[in-house]
């Protein structure tokens, strides 16, 4: 980050990617207080770090139940972060709007990652490269000369089909979207719609759900092989639905936070450089 009026920054909880965040901020020549981050000590208490930063950065997603932010132990009110606010620049992921409401009658300014483009298509990467991870690790066969579904073709379903496709998997994409149904069959996949998943669904070795909206029913889960692993990337609680998948003994997983898990130092030199673009736009 280049130097500048504001290079004070408190980074909160949060996965590794916090932790390779803080040393890329350091090695940038800001001055970093960190509060209950993996493998950092904490040499202040959260009302030190905070008075003492103008940036505050926080995990991706922000908090999980829009009541704390998650941390490397015990979770911290949203509350006790927003009463010691005063005219913050506020980095995270996936602000809920009541959240940036409070923080804007404070004089602070919130930036979610979610809303940079750059950053939403670099993480998607990561993104898929984890849902494939995670696909091999709860899977009992290979993805090359597989049939894998992808549910959505925004960002992360894009790079998800991409992967796939690398590893010699045959893909078929389901969108509602006319566009993204387009744009999949011009990348050369198989394209089907929603309402012709009941008749497909039985074709697939994987299925991997980005769709934020349960998709997965029951009705359309009796459709599915036993033997079908499904991997449910979408926001909480998923697009599946998971106590029908027990009851069916099909193997599905909502697996979340990816990118911190398997690629945290990549991810962080993204949150980095989507940080330093949006500082730019201030300055």
Known sequence: MNSGSHTNCCLIGGDLRQFYLAEKLKQSGCQVFPFRVPNLQSHYSLTEAISLSDILILPIPYSKDKKTIPTNSESIPIGNVINQLKQHIIFGGCFHKDFIEKCKTSGSIVCDYMKDPTFELKNSIATAEGTIAEAIIHSNGNIQNSNCLVLGYGNCGTAIAR???????????????????????????????????????????????????????????????????????????????????????????????????????????IIYQSICSRMAEMR
């Open 163 to 269: 992967a796939l496709s690398g590893l010699s998997g045959s893909v078929t994409v389901c969108a509602r979207s006319t566009w993204q149904q387009a744009m999949a069959y011009c990348n050369r996949y198989q394209v089907i719609d929603f309402y012709q998943l009941v008749e497909h669904l039985p074709e697939f070795d994987f299925i991997f759900n980005t769709v934020p909206a349960l998709v997965l029913t029951k009705d359309l889960l009796e459709r599915v092989r036993k033997d079908t692993t499904i991997i449910d990337i979408a926001s909480k609680p998923g697009g599946t639905d998971f106590e029908a998948c027990e009851n069916l003994d099909i193997s599905a997983h909502l697996c979340l936070g990816l990118p911190g898990k398997y690629s945290p130092k990549t991810s962080a030199d």
